[in-house]
């Protein structure tokens, strides 16, 4: 099944190329706002899910290009990121220690919405193709071997990333908790509907130009063992979303007027424009095609406020 938010924040599910109003049918979900809906919903899925199916097999639908996508998720309380959690395409030579770094839930933005580059001396901008996965039973000090069981579904994720702010070494909040750096969607797709997580091909375009193109066999540390470290450090809740991480090898600078399209197998293609009232810009090279070309660190900076002074 595939639940999305639509419009002013109405609940849908996703029937073919149509979406089904099924705020009716989730109306005694006690809620002050969709996040308390959404969640609500996650954790009571299995006394909804017949009437949810029900209704969208009966239900009148609208075309999907007819309404506004909202985030499927607006505000979860916890967005958990895996940091350094791919192989690289094997040149890697062992995993990196498992970490993770939390990402403020206002960042979160959705499908058709815009991330605005903030007036910061970043070095670069970046946006991180990633599978999240949402959490549906409350998870705490889970062990591996339990932890899909506490999977409630997945969605397609951007890490938005600020890269380069001083001082050195004072990076990540600073880096990845701005406002708008989390787009999320386009909706959620229960997890009976992906057969396996870790082999899912994730493409991310910049203006329909593929920049990032890798499996997530290639990740390091797999979902279980992601989820039972994190909830060896604090519960997660039915809602709350953990991004896996991202293979870096294909990032590239994003800059003005630039459309970011995020294409998972399975989940759906999430759309996003970026805003930078600064106008900076910067080469339109991968950390791939840079380190093929034997240059060294990120793509510099060519020109706008914050551009490194000529030589």
Same mark, same amino acid.
């Given at each position: 099944?595939?639940? +999305?938010?639509?419009?002013?924040?109405?609940?849908? #599910?996703? @029937?073919?190329? $149509?979406?089904?109003? /099924?705020?009716?049918? =989730? *109306?005694?979900?006690?809620?002050?706002?969709?996040?308390?809906?959404?969640?609500?919903?996650?954790?009571?899925?299995?006394?909804?899910?017949?009437?949810?199916?029900?209704?969208?097999?009966?239900?009148?639908?609208?075309?999907?290009?007819?309404?506004?996508?909202?985030?499927?998720?607006?505000?979860?309380?916890?967005?958990?990121?895996?940091?350094?959690?791919?192989?690289?395409?094997?040149?890697?030579?062992?995993?990196?220690?498992?970490?993770?770094?939390?990402?403020?839930?206002?960042?979160?933005?959705?499908?058709?919405?815009?991330?605005?580059?903030?007036?910061?001396?970043?070095?670069?901008?970046?946006?991180?193709?990633?599978?999240? +996965?949402?959490?549906?039973?409350?998870?705490?000090? #889970?062990? @591996?071997?339990? $932890?899909?069981?506490? /999977?409630?579904?997945? =969605? *397609?994720?951007?890490?938005?990333?600020?890269?380069?702010?001083?001082?050195?070494?004072?990076?990540?909040?600073?880096?990845?908790?701005?406002?708008?750096?989390?787009?999320?969607?386009?909706?959620?797709?229960?997890?009976?509907?992906?057969?396996?997580?870790?082999?899912?091909?994730?493409?991310?375009?910049?203006?329909?130009?593929?920049?990032?193109?890798?499996?997530?066999?290639?990740?390091?540390?797999?979902?279980?063992?992601?989820?039972?470290?994190?909830?060896?450090?604090?519960?997660?809740?039915?809602?709350?979303?953990?991004?896996?991480?991202?293979?870096?090898?294909?990032?590239?600078?994003?800059?003005?007027?630039?459309?970011?399209? +995020?294409?998972?197998?399975?989940?759906?293609?999430?759309?996003?424009?970026?805003?930078?009232?600064?106008?900076?810009?910067?080469?339109?090279?991968?950390?791939?095609?840079?380190?093929?070309?034997?240059?060294?660190?990120?793509?510099?900076?060519?020109?706008?406020?914050?551009?490194?002074?000529?030589?």
């Amino acid at each position: 099944m595939r639940i +999305l938010f639509f419009d002013d924040f109405k609940l849908g #599910v996703l @029937a073919g190329d $149509a979406v089904v109003d /099924v705020s009716r049918v =989730v *109306g005694d979900i006690p809620h002050v706002g969709p996040h308390d809906l959404i969640s609500g919903l996650i954790a009571r899925f299995a006394d909804y899910r017949e009437r949810l199916e029900q209704a969208a097999r009966n239900a009148p639908g609208v075309p999907v290009s007819r309404v506004r996508i909202r985030p499927p998720l607006p505000k979860p309380a916890n967005l958990v990121c895996m940091a350094v959690n791919y192989m690289e395409d094997g040149t890697r030579p062992e995993p990196a220690p498992i970490n993770a770094f939390l990402k403020t839930p206002s960042a979160v933005i959705g499908d058709g919405d815009t991330m605005v580059l903030p007036d910061a001396p970043a070095t670069i901008f970046e946006g991180e193709a990633e599978v999240a +996965l949402v959490i549906g039973a409350r998870a705490s000090h #889970v062990s @591996a071997a339990t $932890a899909m069981d506490h /999977v409630f579904g997945y =969605v *397609g994720f951007i890490d938005g990333s600020a890269r380069g702010l001083p001082p050195a070494g004072n990076t990540f909040y600073q880096m990845k908790s701005r406002d708008t750096f989390a787009p999320l969607g386009p909706w959620i797709v229960t997890a009976d509907e992906v057969p396996d997580p870790h082999r899912l091909q994730v493409r991310l375009r910049v203006n329909g130009e593929v920049k990032q193109d890798f499996n997530t066999s290639d990740m390091a540390h797999r979902i279980p063992r992601c989820i039972e470290w994190v909830t060896s450090i604090h519960a997660l809740e039915p809602g709350d979303v953990l991004a896996t991480g991202t293979n870096h090898r294909g990032l590239s600078a994003l800059q003005d007027g630039d459309l970011v399209e +995020l294409e998972t197998e399975r989940l759906g293609r999430l759309r996003v424009r970026v805003r930078d009232d600064l106008k900076r810009t910067w080469a339109r090279e991968t950390r791939l095609e840079r380190q093929q070309k034997g240059l060294e660190g990120l793509t510099p900076q060519l020109t706008g406020k914050y551009a490194p002074a000529p030589r």
